[in-house]
């Protein structure tokens, strides 16, 4: 309604209530794109990270190499996907994840469980490589 004040002259407005609420619409959705955006740069975020920073350098040879193949194996997940397990991998629970990055629960769940999941059969297929080497 002050952005009507603003622009009112009386005569260039036929239907104040509905240029109102035309308004109210395009600032909601500029607000929900806002927030898309920030739920998006959180998941780029977290799909850069490196395995340096992550394996400590004091790291036994063969630590260090289990911890770099979980970090590849991890890198094949999709952003969000990655993004979820690096939360769960931090100790956090699934409503947690949820309300920290503002997804749903249940999207936080289902990605979690495909997470899980295709995680599993890479580590399956790096075990069966592996072992035919």
Do not use: C
């Amino acid at each position: 309604m002050i952005e009507l004040l603003r622009v009112w002259d009386g005569e260039s407005i036929r239907d104040p209530r509905a240029w109102v609420r035309l308004v109210a619409v395009r600032k909601a959705a500029a607000v929900v794109r806002s927030e898309r955006r920030l739920r998006e740069a959180q998941v780029v975020a977290a799909a850069r990270l490196e395995v340096e920073s992550l394996v400590p350098a004091t790291a036994e040879a063969e630590s260090r190499y289990e911890i770099e193949v979980v970090l590849r194996l991890l890198r094949a997940l999709p952003p969000v996907q990655r993004l979820v397990m690096a939360w769960e991998f931090d100790g956090y629970k699934a409503a947690d994840i949820a309300r920290i990055t503002g997804m749903k629960d249940i999207t936080v769940r289902s990605n979690l469980r495909h997470a899980h999941a295709q995680l599993k059969r890479l580590l399956e297929a790096e075990n069966k490589e592996v072992g035919t080497r």
